[in-house]
């Protein structure tokens, strides 16, 4: 029997996406812009890279092409490979969303074809009654922020203000999420876990995607720093998941990273925590030796989008693909006669795009494994496919979103 490795390398865009005028991000190319400041010098910075982007073994899966699929062109300075191994091609999404849960669960064959509930971009962001309800039942003397913020921007700016009142700062963005910045010791961070389960159930009726936990250290601006404790608490998908259906039928799911907190922890055998790429990726290539026959290990690598998207740091990001990219051989020895890796992205954040939100794109597919020939699989009309993907490689009865490109 097979084994699948699904990877989200969360954020990473390969731009072209049809209704992104809808969204305000047309002309948005995660990967072709960072090509392209690369190449022109920009993504340079002493002790981190130099020149242009290189992403040899990504390459060779087809990521040169699948950029020319989704957006037209090939990405700026990076060779063609002498040739590609595996399948490849790019998909649209169909949820209404270009958020986190949104992404990943269309990837886990479920589209989110409903809207979820935002809060405003002027004024306050949140209702006097909502914050009202959130400092009686979490007992609070009230909230900082209360508006549209970039996260580290606005820990440093409202964060020793924090630590003197005992006030969290709350804070949204453009995707449906309420979240709560404090102090990990001032604050206290079993404090911070049970008043983002407080708030979680407050906006359950306003359909609101999630609320995030932010954790942070230091005792000033400068020094102020997000921890990795960080917890997503997300509504639960509307319906059955690809995850849900590995499980009732036996299988195991093995959760790395925050995958576990997207999914509000159904569809999940086992729950493997890390902070930061590096960690992330081995705690992956473990969870791939204990894997058994039938399972999935499901990993979100966040630092592309936490660490670099949002914060628009061009060089930070090409580091963080060159170094993925480095590791993707040492995948490749872990695997067995039978086993389907497959490459992809929830969303776009494109470091080179105005404010600092996901950027609508289409997502690259990438699918490698003892067997599996080079194909274009060309370009899917939904992420759902890759789960219906994974459901077919591990035998289980397809679902009603999504077509295998197997």
């Known amino acids: 029997m097979a084994r699948t490795f699904l990877f989200v390398l969360d954020s990473f865009g390969v731009g072209g996406a049809g209704d992104a005028e809808d969204y305000g991000d047309l002309g948005a190319d995660t990967l072709g812009h960072i090509a392209e400041f690369c190449a022109a010098g920009a993504g340079d910075r002493a002790g981190l890279r130099q020149g242009p982007l290189s992403l040899p073994n990504m390459s060779s899966l087809g990521l040169m092409e699948i950029a020319k699929l989704a957006s037209g062109d090939y990405p700026r300075g990076m060779p063609l490979p002498a040739r590609i191994f595996g399948l490849h091609g790019a998909a649209d999404e169909i949820s209404r969303g270009k958020d986190t849960p949104s992404g ?10 409903f809207d979820w509930g935002y809060f405003p971009t002027n004024g306050d962001a949140f209702p006097a009654e909502l914050v009202e309800a959130i400092c009686r039942e979490g007992d609070i003397p009230g909230i900082l922020g209360n508006c549209h913020a970039s996260g580290t921007e606005i820990i440093a700016r409202l964060g020793e203000e924090h630590i003197r009142s005992g006030k969290p700062i709350c804070y949204t963005s453009s995707d449906s999420v309420f979240q709560i910045a404090a102090h990990e010791t001032a604050f206290g961070l079993d404090r911070l876990m049970e008043l983002s389960k407080t708030v979680r159930r407050l906006l359950d009726p306003l ?7 932010r954790p942070f250290s230091g005792d000033s601006a400068d020094t102020f720093e ?3 404790n960080r917890r997503d608490f997300s509504v639960p998908p509307p319906e059955e998941t690809l995850l849900d259906r590995l499980v009732d039928a036996g299988r195991n799911v093995h959760a790395v990273g925050k995958i576990g907190d997207i999914f509000a922890h159904r569809g999940v055998s086992r729950v493997i925590k890390a902070s930061g790429n590096a960690a992330l990726m081995q705690a992956t290539l473990a969870a791939m030796t204990e894997a058994a026959d039938g399972d999935l290990v499901f990993t979100n690598f966040v630092d592309f989008d936490m660490v670099y998207g949002h914060r628009r740091d061009v060089p930070g990001y090409a580091a963080a693909l060159e170094a993925f990219d480095l590791a993707l051989p040492e995948v490749h020895r872990r695997l067995k006669p039978g086993d389907l890796v497959i490459l992809t992205a929830d969303h776009g954040c494109d470091p080179t795009w105005r404010g600092t939100d996901h950027t609508r794109e289409r997502v690259p597919i990438m699918a490698f494994g003892p067997g599996i020939r080079s194909r274009n699989i060309g370009l899917r009309p939904t992420y759902a496919d890759i789960g219906e993907t994974v459901a077919a490689h591990l035998g289980i009865p397809a679902g009603p979103h999504g077509r295998s490109f197997l």
């Open 104 to 113: 990943h669960w269309e990837i886990a064959a479920t589209p989110v074809l």
């Open 207 to 213: 359909n609101i995607g999630r609320v995030i936990a």
């Open 226 to 228: 997000r921890t990795g």
